[in-house]
Structure formats: structure tokens, C-alpha cells
């Protein structure tokens, strides 16, 4: 499975909003799959992540 490890530079620390660069190593395909997704559901990838991630977390804290 792909890594989804942020480079430190990519980071937002600040809790600030600010918008940040989130670079995922791993497979090209698979980001491409994800993108087409997204696309295909008429969303960004940045909301399908951010869906995805509050479904895991919730999930998992059961």
C-alpha cells in the first residue's frame, strides 16, 4: 500500500487554516485511480480525503 507521509516542509503546524501542499509517495497509479474518482463524484481530492479520513477515524475509534 502507498505511504501517506507528508514531507515536514508540507506540513500545516500552525493550526491556522492555511492551505498546505500534501505530497504521497507511492504508486502513480493509484493516485491517478483517487483522482479519477473524485472526478468522477464532482469533488476535489482534498474532500475526498478529508471524507475518507473522518470515516476511518470514526470507524476506528469504536
Known sequence: MASSRT?????NHGG?????????QGESR?????????VSQGITMTD??????ARSKKKRQK
Open 7 to 11: 514531507h515536514p516542509a508540507t506540513r
Open 16 to 24: 491556522d487554516g492555511e492551505k498546505q501542499v500534501a505530497q504521497f
Open 30 to 38: 493509484l493516485q491517478e485511480r483517487v483522482q479519477g474518482f473524485a
Open 48 to 53: 475526498l480525503l478529508k471524507e475518507g479520513f
